[in-house]
């Protein structure tokens, strides 16, 4: 079955920097677009980055210029480095193919905190 699994999450100061990864199954990776999205508490589920099969990445606006999307086709993989990490990036992170499907990963817990 399909499955995602993330990782990478933690407690980061302002400023600080981390590398989210997530791991997929049960589906051909290689023919399929990634996003990570991001959830904050009493928020919905919303889209911070993108990359296409070919690689063309798009970002939310307000992750632009610090976060960077990136796959890694023959490990099923997709990454995401975020730099110059923000209190309002506090969320927890899920990879997907897309914002619509069922299935989700637990998610990995993104704190941004002095």
């Known amino acids: 079955q399909v499955q995602f699994v993330e990782s990478g999450g933690g407690l980061v100061q302002p400023g600080g920097s981390l590398r989210l990864s997530c791991t997929t199954s049960g589906f051909i990776f290689s023919l399929s677009a990634m996003g990570w999205f991001r959830q904050a508490p009493g928020k919905q589920r919303g889209l911070v980055a993108g990359?296409?099969?070919?690689?063309?990445?798009n970002y939310a606006d307000s992750v632009k210029g610090r976060f960077t999307i990136s796959r890694d086709n023959a490990k099923n993989t997709v990454y995401l480095q975020m730099n110059s990490l923000k209190p309002e990036d506090t969320a927890v992170y899920y990879c997907?193919?897309?914002?619509?499907?069922?299935?989700w990963g637990q998610g990995t817990q993104v704190t941004v905190s002095s």
């Open positions: 997907n193919t897309d914002l619509n499907n069922p299935y």
């Open positions: 990359i296409s099969r070919p690689g063309t990445t």
